[in-house]
C-alpha cells in the first residue's frame, strides 16, 4: 500500500526531498481551505436538514433561492478571482505594497457593487423565483426567503474579498476560522428560529433566512478584525483613502473580466438546469437539493485543495518560476486523486443513510438514492476540472477556462438533462431518467471539462499570461 502511494505521489523529474517541500506547502494551505469546506458544506446539509422537517416543499423553496443568489454575486465573485490572482503574483514578486493596494481598491469596488446588489434581490425576488422555477407551492416561500437574504449581500462582499486576498497569500487559516464560526453561529440560529425553541419565534423557513444573514454578517465582522489586526500582512484600513492606479485596477479587469464571462456561463446552465428539475414537481426537485449538498461537498474537497494551486502557482509566477508552477499543479492533483476515491466510496455505501438525513418521504429518498449511484462515476473528474480550473485562474488564463464552461455547461449539461428528464424518461421509465438524468448530466459534464482543462495545463499558454 505504501508502495502504491509512493508512487501516486511522485513527480516525474524532481527530486524526492524537493517533492515532499512541495506537498508539505500545499498541504499546509490545503488542509485548512479542505477542513473549512468539508464543514461548511455539512454545516450547509445541516441547515436543509433542518429545513427538511417542515416538509419538501421547504426544501425546494430554499434550494429554489441558490441560483438566483448565485447570479448576483456574479461580479463580486470574478472580482475576488482577479484579487487572488493579483495579490498572489505581486507577493510572489516581492511587491507587498501592490498587495495592499489591491485589497484597498477591492474592497471600495465591492462595496458599491454590494449596494446594488442588495436593492436588486430586495425588489426582484418575485420575478427572480418565478424565472428559477417556483410554483404555486414554493413562490412565496422562496421569495421571502431571498429578500431576506438578500439584506445580507453587502457584509457578504466583504467577507469574501477579504477572504480571497488572504488565500492569495496562504493564509487559509484564517478564512477556515472566519468562516467556521459564522456557520456555528447560523446553524445555532436556525436550531433556534426554525422550529421556535427556548421561547424564540418559530419562523420557519424564514427564521432560515434571518439565520443565513446572521451567520454572513458575523463572518463579515471576523474577517475585518482579521484584515485590520496589527502587524498582519494588509494591514487594511477601511477609512483610509484609497488611491487607484492604472496597473490594479487593468489586472482586476483582465482577470475579472474573464472570470465573470465563466460565472455568467456557470450560472446560465446551472440556472437551465434547475428550471428543468424544477419542472419534474416538487418531490422530484427535492431530491435534486439533497444530492446537491452531497456534490457540493465533493467540490469542496477539490477547492480546498485547489486553494493551494492558485496561491502557490500565482506566487511561482511572480517569482518567475514557471516549471515550480507546472509542479504545483502536478501536487494538487495527485492529492486531490485521493481525496475523491475516499468520498466515492463513503458516498456509494451510505447513500440512502444520506439521503434519509434530509427527509422521510419514500419517493425522495428512493429518487436521491438512485441518484448518489450516478454522481460516484463523477467524482474523481469533477475533482480534477476543479483542480486544473483553480490552478489555470491564479494563473490568469480564466478565458480559457470561461471557454470550457460555456461549451459544457451552458450546453451540453441542460441539453442532456432536458433529453434525459423528458422525451427519453416518458419513453423509459422504468430507468428512473427524471432522478438520474440530472447527475448523468453533471457526469458527462466533469469528464469534459477535466479533459479540456487538462489539456490547456500540459501545453505553455497558461504559464505566459501577462496580469498588469
Known amino acids: 500500500m505504501r508502495r502504491i502511494a509512493r508512487k501516486l505521489l511522485r513527480l516525474k523529474g524532481v527530486e524526492d526531498d524537493v517533492s515532499r517541500r512541495l506537498y508539505q506547502r500545499c498541504l499546509t494551505i490545503a488542509w485548512p481551505a479542505t477542513v473549512e469546506g468539508v464543514l461548511l458544506s455539512l454545516i450547509s446539509s445541516l441547515d436543509m436538514i433542518m429545513v427538511g422537517v417542515l416538509g419538501s416543499a421547504a426544501i425546494a423553496a430554499v434550494g429554489l433561492t441558490s441560483q438566483p443568489r448565485m447570479l448576483l454575486l456574479v461580479a463580486v465573485q470574478s472580482l475576488c478571482v482577479g484579487t487572488t490572482a493579483l495579490v498572489a503574483r505581486r507577493k510572489g514578486a516581492g511587491n507587498d505594497a501592490g498587495a495592499r493596494s489591491c485589497l484597498q481598491q477591492s474592497m471600495v469596488l465591492v462595496t458599491g457593487i454590494g449596494i446594488v446588489i442588495t436593492l436588486v434581490g430586495v425588489l426582484l425576488a418575485e420575478p427572480f423565483l418565478r424565472l428559477a422555477g417556483a410554483n404555486e407551492e414554493t413562490l412565496a416561500l422562496s421569495a421571502d426567503y431571498f429578500r431576506i437574504i438578500s439584506l445580507g449581500m453587502i457584509p457578504n462582499c466583504w467577507q469574501l474579498c477579504i477572504c480571497a486576498a488572504f488565500r492569495a497569500i496562504g493564509k487559509t487559516s484564517i478564512t477556515m476560522t472566519t468562516n467556521i464560526i459564522a456557520n456555528l453561529v447560523n446553524v445555532t440560529l436556525n436550531f433556534l428560529l426554525i422550529g421556535g425553541r427556548f421561547g424564540f419565534p418559530a419562523w420557519g423557513v424564514n427564521g432560515a433566512a434571518v439565520a443565513t444573514v446572521t451567520g454572513t454578517t458575523v463572518a463579515s465582522v471576523i474577517a475585518l478584525r482579521f484584515a485590520t489586526r496589527p502587524g498582519n500582512y494588509f494591514e487594511y484600513r477601511p477609512l483610509r483613502k484609497v488611491r487607484f492606479d492604472r496597473d490594479t485596477i487593468n489586472g482586476l479587469s483582465k482577470v475579472g473580466s474573464s472570470s ?34 452531497v456534490t ?15 496561491s502557490m502557482v500565482a506566487q511561482s509566477l511572480g517569482a518567475k518560476r514557471q516549471d515550480r508552477a507546472r509542479q504545483y499543479v502536478a501536487v494538487a492533483r495527485r492529492m486531490s486523486v485521493i481525496a475523491s476515491f475516499i468520498l466515492m466510496v463513503v458516498i456509494f455505501l451510505l447513500r440512502r443513510n444520506i439521503a ?27 475533482n480534477g476540472r476543479v483542480v486544473y480550473s483553480g490552478c489555470l485562474r491564479g494563473a490568469g488564463d480564466v478565458t480559457y477556462v470561461a471557454a470550457c464552461s460555456l461549451v459544457s455547461v451552458t450546453f451540453l449539461r441542460p441539453l442532456l438533462t432536458y433529453i434525459l428528464c423528458y422525451p427519453l424518461d416518458k419513453a423509459f421509465p422504468w430507468l428512473f431518467l427524471a432522478a ?25 499558454k497558461w504559464l505566459r499570461v501577462k496580469l498588469q
Do not use: C, H
Not at 277 to 284: C, D, F
Not at 437 to 455: E, H, K, Q, S, T
Open 436 to 460: 438520474t438524468g440530472p447527475w448523468i448530466a453533471f457526469v458527462a459534464d466533469a469528464y469534459v471539462r477535466n479533459w479540456l482543462l487538462a489539456a490547456r495545463v500540459k501545453g505553455d
Open 296 to 310: 457540493s461537498l465533493s467540490f469542496t474537497l477539490g477547492d480546498g485543495i485547489a486553494a493551494a494551486g492558485v
Open 260 to 293: 465573470m464571462a465563466e460565472s455568467v456561463f456557470l450560472r446560465a446552465g446551472f440556472f437551465i438546469n434547475q428550471i428543468l428539475v424544477a419542472g419534474l414537481g416538487t418531490a422530484a426537485f427535492a431530491a435534486f437539493q439533497i444530492v446537491s449538498q
Open 356 to 382: 434519509s438525513l434530509f427527509t422521510n418521504e419514500p419517493d425522495v429518498i428512493e429518487s436521491a438514492s438512485y441518484a448518489f449511484l450516478v454522481i460516484v462515476f463523477g467524482v474523481m473528474p469533477q
